[in-house]
């Protein structure tokens, strides 16, 4: 079955939005299989935005998703990469619809509140940065 890795970064933590992203997933009817909350490491943060390495703003990206808490967790369910994509709405804040999560809590590109697998290729290689024991 298809998996997704969510990431409630640092700034929603700080906003006390946990309990309001894990109620939209569960609302939702997909599965939470594994979740945890913890700091990233600088190791860990630096595979997990490998992609962005050569980025203007990949200094500010791993300061800030190691500043604080974060809440990591797989989601399972048939089509959940794009489904939970969907629900966290465009990185861009133009473009983030309200009703989205990024659309109705941030006006911010970095501080976006939550970070999702944009395919099943990378949710397999990002789960397997944050989690040993789901495959
Ligand atoms: P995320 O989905 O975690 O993937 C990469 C992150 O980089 C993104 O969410 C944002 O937090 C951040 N990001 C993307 N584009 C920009 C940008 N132009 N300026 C600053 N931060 C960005």
């Known amino acids: ?13 700080e906003r006390k939005l ?8 569960e609302r939702k009817g997909l599965e939470i299989k594994a979740l945890k909350m913890e700091r990233i490491t600088l190791e860990k943060a630096e ?7 050569e ?17 990591l967790m797989v989601i399972e369910g048939e089509n959940c990469v794009q489904i939970v994509r969907q629900m966290a709405g465009s990185t861009s804040p133009l473009d983030a619809i309200p009703g989205s999560i990024r659309g109705d809590y941030s006006v911010d ?3 976006n509140i939550v ?7 990378s949710s397999r290689r990002e789960i397997k940065n944050f ?3 789901v495959d």
């Open 131 to 133: 989690f040993r024991n």
């Open 109 to 111: 590109l970095l501080k």
């Open 55 to 71: 980025k203007e703003f990949y200094n500010d990206l791993i300061n800030f998703i190691t500043s604080g808490p974060v809440v």
């Open 18 to 25: 946990i309990g309001d992203i894990i109620q939209r997933v």
């Open 115 to 121: 970070h999702t697998s944009d395919s099943v290729e």
């Open 47 to 53: 595979k997990h935005y490998e992609v962005h390495k």
């Open 1 to 13: 079955m298809e998996k997704t890795l969510l990431v409630i970064k640092p700034d929603a933590v």
